[in-house]
């Protein structure tokens, strides 16, 4: 298996400009996750899904983000407009074992100027 | 949740055997311990997972005591590629897992 595979690897963008960050899971997995990642704040869960369905977005930060998971083999998260702020590595992970071992992306280094 | 503590960085020569310790005083009983490795650049990666007294895997050993009040990671001679950062983590089965700052590992030669 390829893993969890994410795109674009690198993103950099104008504050103000929507942004969209993509995932493939791994192939049979049931649980997909969307985390951020700053030096700040470490390594934050934004939501996470299950059987295509979102489970909890609490540590969605605002109305700014949203994320959808239209089948089982693909995810978005979508920032707009987005903001300098919001310069982070976003990981997208999968898991099969409930919400056991999780199968993290390379993830997503996105840089809002 | 069960909060974690563990150190915030530790450095270590080649060849040695590193030991991180993690503090969990309020584990609750269905909790499992649960360690991930994080290289720079990567997503963290799981490493082990235990309930209690002892887990081995062929990257590292877990050592859980009777009171399950903390954990300890052992790594077997690190080598320079060990370098990266480590996290404990307490999860139980219907909750998500939540990462903590971890401990960053320098191997030094």
């Known amino acids: 298996d390829a893993g969890v595979i994410q795109s674009p690897r690198h993103e950099v963008t104008e504050m103000g400009q929507e942004v969209t960050l993509r995932c493939k899971p791994i192939s049979g997995h049931d649980y997909l996750f969307w985390y951020r990642q700053t030096m700040m704040r470490g390594l934050e869960l934004l939501i996470y899904f299950n059987n295509n369905v979102p489970i909890d977005d609490s540590g969605m930060p605002e109305d700014r983000f949203s994320a959808k998971m239209p089948n089982a083999s693909f995810s978005t998260l979508k920032i707009q407009p987005s903001e300098p702020r919001d310069s982070a590595v976003y990981f997208c992970a999968s898991s099969s074992l409930g919400l056991g071992e999780q199968f993290f992306g390379p993830g997503t280094r996105l840089t809002v100027l | 949740l069960a909060k974690t503590t563990q150190p915030i960085s530790m450095d270590s020569y080649e060849g040695q055997e590193v030991n991180i310790t993690c503090s969990h005083n309020n584990i609750a009983t269905n909790d499992y311990i649960t360690w991930y490795q994080q290289f720079p650049s990567q997503g963290p990666r799981f490493i082990i997972q235990?309930?209690?007294t002892k887990v081995t895997n062929e990257v590292a050993s877990l050592f859980i005591p009777a009171d399950r009040k903390s954990s300890t990671l052992s790594l077997p001679r690190v080598s320079l590629s060990d370098t990266a950062v480590y996290y404990c983590l307490v999860r139980s089965g219907n909750t998500p897992l939540v990462f903590g700052k971890g401990t960053r590992l320098s191997v030094i030669a």
């Open positions: 235990g309930y209690k």
